[in-house]
């Protein structure tokens, strides 16, 4: 449960009930928190000349000034800068009458070579851009090019969206409590977060038990358990048989990119159904993957009678036109053998004029149907999403997963998985190389085949997410697309070193 990622409302709610749950008050809590930072602070910046705080008039602030105590009391140089006084009685006017180090005025702050910030000037709580001094304050912070320490989130940041609201700190390092927030792993939050350590601050894990969880960080604690097992008397078709559509002779490669990864991620079979001025050059670059005419709909209806695949991928330079909008549909109106498909690219781009076709045709179907665009595709079929600003990109992937009916994943450097029924997850573990062209088309095998071994969906789109990256960044710089699949056999006996033999 550690990968749960709470709303700030949400932890706003777990901070309530803890309190009334007990042992520890706010204050308490409060000076959990600030015991966590001083001490990664003492741990991590022992050479520091000395620590500037900066404070703001709610918890946050409150957070800075035991943060602040802490740090003079270990002999730590400690400078403080506060202007408003937190609220009289509030946890954190308390936090600021037992820290004997006096306040300076925020205006007087120059950041000093050699010295820390901490930024403790606001966190759940902000509520509008930061302007005036306070900005100003970010500005030469960032101009110094000093090491800031952010407490909970860097000001300016919203812990929703991953958005800042303004001007917003750069931090080398940002503490949080308890659980990570979306704006901790939404772009750019999580660069503008730096190192994230998610500290312990006192909170019982019960305090999760009544909540209805719907978000999380995306890793193998949330699918492992459902990746298909290899029984010893296996045979191919029982591991899922992939069918991939090759576009045009002219464009053939994405769909082998795809049905190579969907072969490696562990489909007993894979075929790719080709037009028939294809087959020759799909022909000469397949060798365990089968090849199939499928010119027109009819041919592919034939294939799915006789060949019975349980999972296809649709759209990888397949074209925009009727022969990918009637596949689509084909595939979507199968009532038996076919689990999953995934549409990506020209199958998203084919429906850019009729979304609604797709959609009911997707939501009357009984395949589990996964959506994989980019942020320019994803505006193609949900432009109204796309355009809304205020939208983080977890919401807008939810709300397009519960209007078309299935699950998105929405790629980027943050790729947000979501499904109709509200769950999603973000994923993390990315790597900048996967920006390189075919990629995508790679992850789209590698979901059709967990898809196609029976995976259930909103686990399968996670897993072929997070296996994708893992690839991607185990191969680190020099990575093209054909390098994806071949490093899946070693993603794989990372996970699972009890499969070899
Ligand atoms: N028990 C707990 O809950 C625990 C909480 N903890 C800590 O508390 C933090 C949340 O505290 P918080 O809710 O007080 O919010 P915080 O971020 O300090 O700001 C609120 C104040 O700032 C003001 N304000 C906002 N934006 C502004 C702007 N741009 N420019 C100017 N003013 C602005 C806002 O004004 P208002 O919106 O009311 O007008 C209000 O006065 C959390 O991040 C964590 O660090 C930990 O100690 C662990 C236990
Ligand atoms: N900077 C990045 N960090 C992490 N993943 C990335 C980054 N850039 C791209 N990716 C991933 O690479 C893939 C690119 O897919 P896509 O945009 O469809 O490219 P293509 O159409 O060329 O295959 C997606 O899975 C995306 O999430
Ligand atoms: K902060």
Redesign the pocket.
């Known amino acids: 449960m550690r990968m749960v990622v709470l709303t700030p409302e949400e932890m706003g709610n777990v901070d309530r009930a803890a309190i009334t749950a007990g042992p520890h008050d706010g204050y308490g809590l409060m000076r959990n928190a600030g015991a966590a930072v001083a001490d990664l602070i003492l741990e991590r910046f022992s050479g520091a000349a000395g620590v500037a705080v900066l404070c703001g008039p709610g918890n946050n602030g409150g957070d800075g000034y035991v943060i602040a105590r802490l740090l003079a009391e270990r002999g730590v140089n400690v400078r403080l800068f506060a202007d408003a006084a937190p609220q009289e009685d509030s946890d954190a006017a308390r936090a600021r009458e037992d820290c004997f180090v006096t306040p300076e005025a925020l205006a007087d702050f120059r950041p000093e070579t050699g010295w820390l910030v901490l930024d403790a000037l606001y966190g759940a709580g902000l509520s509008k851009p930061i302007a005036g001094i306070e900005a100003e304050l970010i500005e030469r912070v960032a101009a110094a090019g000093v090491p800031v320490v952010a407490v909970d989130l860097p000001s300016g940041l919203s812990g929703l969206t991953g958005k800042p609201l303004g001007s917003c700190f750069d931090a080398d390092l940002t503490v949080t409590f308890f659980r990570k927030k979306p704006g901790h792993l939404l772009m750019p939050g999580r660069r503008l977060c730096g190192e994230l350590v998610v500290a312990d601050i006192g909170i019982a894990e019960t305090a999760l038990a009544s909540m209805d969880i719907a978000l999380w960080e995306n890793g193998p604690a949330l699918w492992r358990d459902g990746v298909p097992a290899v029984e010893i008397d296996a045979h191919k078709y029982v591991r899922g048989h992939v069918a991939v559509v090759s576009g045009g002779g002219a464009s053939t490669g994405?769909a082998r990119?795809a049905a190579r990864g969907a072969a490696r991620a562990g489909a007993g079979a894979v075929t790719v159904l080709s037009p028939a001025n294809a087959l020759s050059v799909n022909a000469m670059h397949l060798t365990s993957i089968m090849l199939r005419k499928a010119e027109a709909v009819d041919e592919l209806i034939a294939f799915l009678d006789e060949r019975k695949p349980t999972a296809a991928v649709l759209g990888?330079a397949a074209g925009t036109g009727e022969r990918t909008r009637s596949f689509a549909l084909g595939f979507l109106e199968r009532n038996e053998g076919l689990k999953g498909l995934v549409l990506?690219?020209d199958a998203i781009t084919a429906f850019a004029d009729a979304p609604d076709t797709l959609f009911e045709a997707v939501r009357s179907s009984v395949i589990a149907t996964v959506l994989?665009?980019?942020d320019g595709?994803f505006a193609r079929l949900f432009g109204d999403l796309a355009a809304d600003a205020s939208m983080s990109k977890v919401e807008r992937a939810r709300a397009a997963a519960e209007r078309s009916g299935a699950v998105i994943?929405l790629?980027?450097?943050?790729?947000v998985v979501a499904c109709p029924d509200g769950r999603a997850a973000i994923?993390t573990n990315?790597?900048?190389?996967?920006?390189?062209?075919?990629?995508?088309?790679?992850?789209c095998g590698i979901v059709a085949s967990h898809l196609a071994q029976g995976m259930p969906v909103f686990e399968a789109a996670s897993a072929g997410?997070w296996l994708?990256?893992e690839a991607?960044g185990m191969f680190g710089r020099g990575l093209i697309?054909e390098d994806l699949p071949e490093m899946l056999p070693h993603v794989f006996q990372a996970l699972f070193p009890d499969d070899m033999g």
């Open positions: 994405a990119l990888p990506d690219a994989t665009p980019h595709e994943i790629k980027g450097a943050d790729t994923n990315g790597s900048r190389f996967l920006a390189t062209a075919g990629s995508g088309d790679v992850l997410v994708h990256a991607g697309a």
